[in-house]
């Protein structure tokens, strides 16, 4: 069982990334995927969620800055990040969670980096 995150990095205010987590070893269609993020000093908090049906939530702090989605064929699920703030600079936590059998996995985190 393993969520694999990539695609953190350094950028500048104002450019964009896209973070990316591999699911293996579980049942991914039926999971709720999820980006967590922690900053500095910060608790654990969501970004932005998915749910196998696809329906998206995002954090009031990312909306119409951040896009979550899934492709339930190749068990991915993205976070593509525009117009990045100083703010956003955090470790990236990709989250699966599915509340029927009780699981909610972590990935390792990716870090991203925004420089004003």
């Known amino acids: 069982v393993q969520l694999q995150a990539s695609g953190g990095g350094l950028v500048q205010a104002g450019g964009s990334l896209r973070l990316s987590c591999a699911a293996s070893?579980?049942?991914?269609?039926?999971?709720?995927m999820g980006w967590y993020r922690q900053g500095p000093g910060m608790q654990r908090e969501l970004v932005a969620s998915?749910?196998?049906?696809?329906?998206?939530n995002h954090a009031d702090s990312v909306k119409g800055r951040f896009t979550i989605s899934r492709d339930n064929g190749r068990n991915t699920v993205d976070l593509q990040m525009n117009n990045l703030k100083p703010e956003d600079t955090a470790v990236y936590y990709c989250?699966?969670?599915?509340?029927?059998?009780?699981?909610?996995?972590w990935g390792q985190g990716t870090l991203v980096t925004v420089s004003s």
């Open positions: 998915i749910t196998n049906g696809g329906t998206t």
């Open positions: 989250n699966a969670r599915n509340v029927r059998v009780g699981s909610n996995l």
């Open positions: 070893g579980i049942s991914f269609r039926v999971n709720t």
